[in-house]
């Protein structure tokens, strides 16, 4: 049974390009929020701290609807590194097999997810990302109202 989802942020629910949230990324958040404990994890410059992805997430439109942001800057780890996936988990008081991790990037946050047991939802937008031969998600979506479907 699923107790938490754990989202990317850079090209996951903000776009790093224009730096908006992604289209119905708030929507689903609330809706998300009412069923599942949220959480954020992110791969961010050494110089960046929580209250700067805070900020990120605020100028985008993105609700504090998340229980837990783990910042790789801050925990002195990145994804794929298991202990990044741990730190989340421990803080929600979820195991592994009762999280999804939702990312763009298969080599992180794919393969990062799936080597501790998580299920794992990889957000494609656009045909610009790649398929991975090596690494598979339990599901692929290319719209955040996607999730509405699977959750």
């Given at each position: 049974m699923i107790k938490a989802i754990i989202f990317d942020l850079g090209n996951t629910l903000v776009s790093e390009?224009?730096?908006?949230?992604?289209?119905y990324a708030v929507e689903v958040l609330y809706d998300l929020k009412e069923k599942y404990k949220l959480a954020l994890i992110t791969n961010v410059?050494?110089?960046?701290?929580s209250k700067k992805v805070q900020e990120i997430l605020a100028d985008a439109g993105i609700p504090d609807v998340f229980k837990v942001v783990v910042v790789s800057s801050e925990v002195g780890c990145s994804k794929p590194n298991p202990r990044i996936f741990e730190i989340a988990l421990n803080s929600l008081?979820?195991?592994?097999e009762e999280a999804v991790m939702i990312g763009n990037i298969i080599s992180?946050?794919?393969?990062?997810?799936?080597?501790?047991g998580m299920k794992t939802v990889l957000f494609q937008p656009s045909t610009e990302y790649?398929?991975?031969s090596w690494?598979?998600?339990d599901h692929t979506i290319h719209s955040?109202?996607?999730l509405q479907n699977l959750f």
């Open positions: 390009d224009s730096g908006n949230a992604f289209p410059h050494h110089t960046t701290t008081e979820v195991e592994p992180t946050d794919i393969f990062g997810a799936n080597r501790i790649q398929r991975s690494e598979h998600p955040m109202k996607d």
